[in-house]
């Protein structure tokens, strides 16, 4: 079997044995950045495990077609266009999320964008700053402004971060920058909002395997003559699972951090990584 096919009937047999239990259920959950990765699947794993959902991005018709599907779990799902760098955007999804449901427990800050892959002293600083307004300023603006709301619940916020924080190649420079200052970012929210009854943890992923990096590693196994196979057994090599994680799987791990299950968890970094980064 290829590695490629290895990995495909290895994330078939996770699937095949995962049950999911209501660790959510009656909790408020908002997640922005929905996308068609990993967004998408916080947003229905969330929905499995019980949660009523509040989901933001920028673009309706993705929001409305995943509504339909979510509310087919049984909770109730508000979808909220919403431009994560624009102040008033983001008062109006605190806004709606309260008139909705009158409560939140959990702020999942997905929302992110990637800077030009060059090396850091040859992206202009425009452009590093541009990056820096969704990747680490909307997720401050997000925290403060429904800080008093999970205060009132003993919530939590939680930042979907990187493992590019371990990597000094320098085609990574520039969002490595981004997603070091939202660690340090998480870092001093939790001690912060701690005394408020509030978490505030974060995630980072490694390369996740789903639509997104297929394509990726199309491009790569393109640019270096090689198979997609060979591009994934690349990347998952240094892992302990020889495996790269699902997009599900993260969002597992993301949202145990939601669950009453982490009410003592906060002020940590969680690495989904199927074992590539560890003391």
Same mark, same amino acid.
Not at 57 to 68: C, F, G
Not at 203 to 207: M, R
């Given at each position: 079997m290829s590695e490629l096919g290895y990995a495909e009937a290895h994330d078939t047999s996770i699937e095949e044995r995962y049950t999911p239990v209501a660790l959510l259920k009656g909790k408020v959950i908002v997640i922005s950045g929905i996308g068609p990765g990993l967004g998408r699947s916080l947003a229905e794993e969330a929905a499995k495990m019980g949660a009523d959902l509040v989901i933001a991005? =920028?673009?309706?018709? =993705?929001?409305?077609?995943? +509504?339909?599907e979510l509310e087919g779990h049984g909770g109730k799902v508000v979808a909220v266009v919403t431009d994560v760098t624009d102040e008033d955007s983001r008062v109006n999804l605190r806004d709606k999320t309260l008139?909705?449901? !009158? =409560?939140v427990d959990?702020?999942?800050n997905n929302a992110f964008t990637i800077p030009? @892959?060059? %090396?850091?002293?040859?992206?202009?600083p425009r452009k590093l700053a541009k990056v820096n307004e969704t990747n680490v300023f909307a997720p401050l603006r997000l925290s403060a402004l429904f800080a008093d709301a999970l205060s009132e619940s003993k919530g939590s916020?939680? @930042?979907l971060n990187s493992c590019v924080s371990f990597s000094s +190649? %320098?085609?990574?420079? !520039?969002y490595k920058l981004s997603k070091g200052a939202l660690e340090h970012l998480a870092s001093s929210l939790a001690t912060e909002l701690g005394p408020r009854g509030i978490r505030v943890n974060s995630?980072? %992923?490694?390369?996740i395997y789903e639509d997104v990096n297929r394509g990726y590693f199309d491009f790569?196994?393109?640019v270096e003559e090689k198979t997609h196979e060979e591009i994934y057994a690349d990347k998952a090599g240094p892992t302990d699972l020889k495996r790269l994680a699902s997009s599900e799987e993260v969002a597992r791990a993301t949202l145990f951090l939601a669950s009453d299950l982490a009410s003592a968890v906060t002020g940590q970094m969680l690495t989904v990584d199927c074992g590539e980064f560890h003391s």
């Open positions: 991005s =920028r673009t309706e018709s =993705r929001l409305l077609e995943l +509504q339909a008139e909705a449901f !009158g =409560r959990c702020v999942i030009p @892959m060059d %090396p850091i002293t040859q992206i202009s916020l939680i @930042m +190649q %320098p085609e990574y420079a !520039g995630v980072a %992923p490694s390369y790569l196994a393109a």
